[in-house]
């Protein structure tokens, strides 16, 4: 049984090696293989590693063979090639979703999946102007608990907080807590949302995931209005700005060609562009017109301009003319 047993934990430690220890760049001969299992307290002779490695390589292991003065093995290939894996750390790191003890967790697992000596070239340091971290540990109990309360369909209960001046929580409605029916997650201006309707409002509100606490699975299901069983998460998120809500209105702007890539990102390409003369056109797109709406064409200058209707060229006029006061002596 010993030897049988051994034999089973030979294969698994030689496989760790071999993805541990070999890359393209770094390989081993079967006496390094031998050396390597012994510091597992495994021995293993010759025509055995032989074999082994044959297993490995029927199991999908891209294990290859350098023939030069002696057979060197390696892996050649992986589930995640080095780019991507770089790709996937700068990801981690520059998150501001990310708390900074979970994103050290969280490259430290990713680290794993190279070679020991690739993962040396994961030790990258991202550098991201203005990017903070969250502070709220509990943020991935709260996506799990929220993916659960989908899939079983059931409603949540949490306690929602804001921070005051002196940097302290406070929780909203005296600590009392939120019911609501979780519709979707989405990641949004770098940060997380709860999208789902809440009844006190009789309509669809966000929430920042990590600024909810004590969150709960509810007994009761969700109850999601006839009008908003179509509802669409993708469409929803191009006409809202920094996930505040409210009522959808069509809105014509007028736009400096300079700025045709910014309005592509936050729009997309569905949409129709009106040439206004050579150096302007304009789009009708469907927004929530929201004072975040406002300060998002308000950082564009002069180069930008509400066409229709008056009501939202009036608010931001007024906008503007309190911008000005604060500045006048």
């Not at 030689?14 to 079967?30: A, G, P, Q, R, W």
């Not at 990017?131 to 989908?150: L, S």
């Not at 939202?312 to 006048?328: F, P, S």
């Amino acid at each position: 049984m010993a030897t049988i047993t051994n034999s089973k934990l030979k294969l698994l430690y030689l496989m760790k090696i071999f993805l541990e220890k070999t890359d393209e760049n770094h390989s081993l001969t079967v006496n390094d293989l031998i050396n390597e299992l012994n510091k597992y307290h495994i021995t293993a002779e010759r025509k055995a590693i032989y074999s082994d490695i044959e297993l490995l390589r029927n199991f999908g292991m891209d294990i290859i063979c350098d023939k030069t003065r002696s057979n060197n093995y390696f892996v050649a290939s992986r589930d995640f090639e080095l780019p991507e894996l770089k790709l996937l750390v700068d990801a981690v790191q520059s998150s501001k979703f990310i708390t900074h003890k979970k994103s050290n967790d969280l490259i430290k697992k990713i680290e794993k999946l190279a070679s020991i000596y690739e993962a040396k070239e994961l030790h990258r340091q991202v550098i991201v102007a203005d990017r903070v971290k969250t502070m709220n540990e509990n943020i991935y109990y709260n996506v799990d608990v929220i993916h659960k309360a989908i899939q079983e369909n059931k409603q949540v209960e949490f306690k929602y907080f804001e921070y005051t001046i002196d940097k302290r929580r406070k929780y909203r409605r005296g600590g009392e807590k939120y019911n609501a029916s979780p519709y979707a997650l989405t990641w949004t201006d770098d940060n997380y949302y709860l999208i789902a309707y809440y009844e006190r409002y009789n309509d669809i509100s966000n929430f920042r995931v990590d600024r909810i606490t004590d969150i709960e699975l509810s007994e009761n299901n969700r109850y999601l209005p006839e009008n908003l069983k179509s509802f669409n998460v993708v469409e929803y998120s191009k006409k809202i700005f920094n996930m505040f809500s409210g009522d959808t209105e069509t809105v014509q702007l007028q736009f400096d060609n300079s700025l045709i890539n910014v309005i592509i990102d936050r729009f997309g390409k569905d949409f129709f562009i009106n040439k206004k003369d050579e150096e302007s056109f304009s789009i009708t797109v469907e927004v929530v017109v929201s004072n975040t709406f406002l300060g998002w064409l308000f950082m564009f200058g002069d180069k930008v301009k509400i066409i229709a209707p008056d009501r939202i060229k009036e608010k931001m006029n007024e906008l503007a003319q309190k911008v000005a006061d604060i500045y006048k002596d």
